[in-house]
Antibody
Framework: QVLLQESGPGLLKPSQTLSLTCVVS??????????WSWIRQHPGKALEWIGYIHYTGTTYHNPSLQSRTSLSVDTSKKQFSLRLTSVTAADTAVYFCARLRGVTASFDNWGQGTLVTVSS | EIVMTQSPDSLAVSLGERATINCKSS????????????LAWYQQKPGQPPRLLIYWASTRQSGVPDRFSGSGSGTDFTLTISSLQAEDVAVYYC??????????FGPGTRLEIK
């Protein structure tokens, strides 16, 4: 069972940039068939896919957030990161990192999630 | 973008009875080149991340009890819990994958004990 752990600030002010990092516990990070993903969940709401990155650096984004998101990967640390610019209260959510298994197109391992609140 | 809908929004079922949740996509999720439907089901309990139950519409993830089953193809899918247990109280989501890489989740179905 691979473990994923998110980290980052829990409170931001409007217009700031959200930066989150997810550390992966095992060497599946370097296996080609997995994609490292960010998903968020607004309070009491459904899940929203933000994007994912392959360890080679290839990225795919949700078009609705693409203009404000960037994903990066640090293979030496087995970690990947999300940056979301110009945050507003609408970006308040629990942010999960997760592993997407490419062959099944499903998220088979998830971090516990981290709550990010945007408030002035 | 493919839009996912689920029905019902919430469901109350007696212990030991069958629970059925439906998921519908706005486009077919069947990929003939792979002979697969790219539809997954998740269970989420309060304060926890989602847990993968089913992928390829009908294949149970390792460790998932066999009372959970998935069916359907194309645009219409169903998650069935054959005999509801107390620990199955949760919100259930379906999720689609399509190309170009695009992923959306359904709005969720809340399952409770009657």
């Amino acid at each position: 069972q691979v473990l994923l752990q998110e980290s980052g600030p829990g409170l931001l002010k409007p217009s700031q940039t959200l930066s989150l990092t997810c550390v992966v516990s095992d060497d599946s990070f370097h296996i080609g068939g997995f994609y490292w993903s960010w998903i968020r969940q607004h309070p009491g709401k459904a899940l929203e896919w933000i994007g994912y990155i392959h360890y080679t650096g290839t990225t795919y984004h949700n078009p609705s957030l693409q203009s404000r998101t960037s994903l990066s990967v640090d293979t030496s640390k087995k970690q990947f990161s999300l940056r979301l610019t110009s945050v507003t209260a609408a970006d308040t959510a629990v942010y999960f990192c997760a592993r997407l298994r490419g062959v099944t197109a499903s998220f088979d391992n998830w971090g516990q999630g981290t709550l990010v609140t945007v408030s002035s | 973008e493919i839009v996912m809908t689920q029905s019902p929004d919430s469901l109350a079922v007696s212990l030991g009875e069958r629970a059925t949740i439906n998921c519908k996509s706005s486009q077919s999720l069947f990929y003939s080149s792979k002979n697969k439907n790219y539809l997954a089901w998740y269970q989420q309990k309060p304060g926890q991340p989602p847990r993968l139950l089913i992928y390829w519409a009908s294949t149970r993830q390792s460790g998932v009890p066999d009372r959970f089953s998935g069916s359907g193809s194309g645009t219409d899918f169903t998650l069935t819990i054959s005999s509801l247990q107390a620990e199955d109280v949760a919100v259930y989501y379906c999720q689609q994958y399509s190309t170009p890489p695009s992923i959306t989740f359904g709005p969720g179905t809340r399952l409770e004990i009657k």
